[in-house]
C-alpha cells in the first residue's frame, strides 16, 4: 500500500510563505502526475496544483503566481512553495498519487492557517 504523508503545515501571518512537503513510499515516477489538494471547512476538497511524470504543472487559477508545485524523483518527494499567502488559503493540504492504473493514494493532510 503506497504512503503518502504530508508536512510542513502551520499558522503564517497573511502575505507570508509556506513550504509543504509530501514524502512518497513508493517510486513517484510509477505516478502518472503527482499534485495537492485541498479543503476548506464546510467546502469540497480543490485541485491546487499538479504535475506530471513529465514535469509539466498546472494550478488553480486561485494561486497561480503565487504557488509553486515541485519534486524530486531521486528522493521521492513532491514540494508546494505558497507565498503571499491569503486567510482563503487556510485548509487541510493533501497529497495526491494518481497512478497509471486503478484509484489515487491520499495523504492524511495538512493543516494551513493564514492568520493575523
Known amino acids: 500500500q503506497v504512503q503518502l504523508v504530508e508536512s510542513g503545515g502551520g499558522l503564517v501571518q497573511p502575505g507570508g510563505s509556506l513550504r509543504l512537503s509530501c514524502a512518497a513510499s513508493?517510486?513517484?515516477?510509477?505516478?502518472?502526475?503527482m499534485g495537492w489538494y485541498r479543503q476548506a471547512p464546510g467546502k469540497q476538497r480543490e485541485l491546487v496544483a499538479i504535475i506530471t511524470r513529465g514535469g509539466r504543472a498546472n494550478y488553480a487559477d486561485s494561486v497561480q503566481g503565487r504557488f509553486t508545485i515541485s519534486r524530486d524523483n531521486a528522493q521521492n518527494m513532491v514540494y508546494l512553495q505558497m507565498s503571499s499567502l491569503k486567510p482563503e488559503d487556510t485548509a487541510v493540504y493533501y497529497c495526491?498519487?494518481?497512478?497509471?492504473?486503478?484509484?489515487?493514494?491520499w495523504g492524511i493532510g495538512t493543516l494551513v492557517t493564514v492568520s493575523s
Open positions: 495526491n498519487g494518481r497512478p497509471i492504473f486503478g484509484t489515487d493514494f
Open positions: 513508493e517510486n513517484i515516477l510509477s505516478f502518472n502526475a
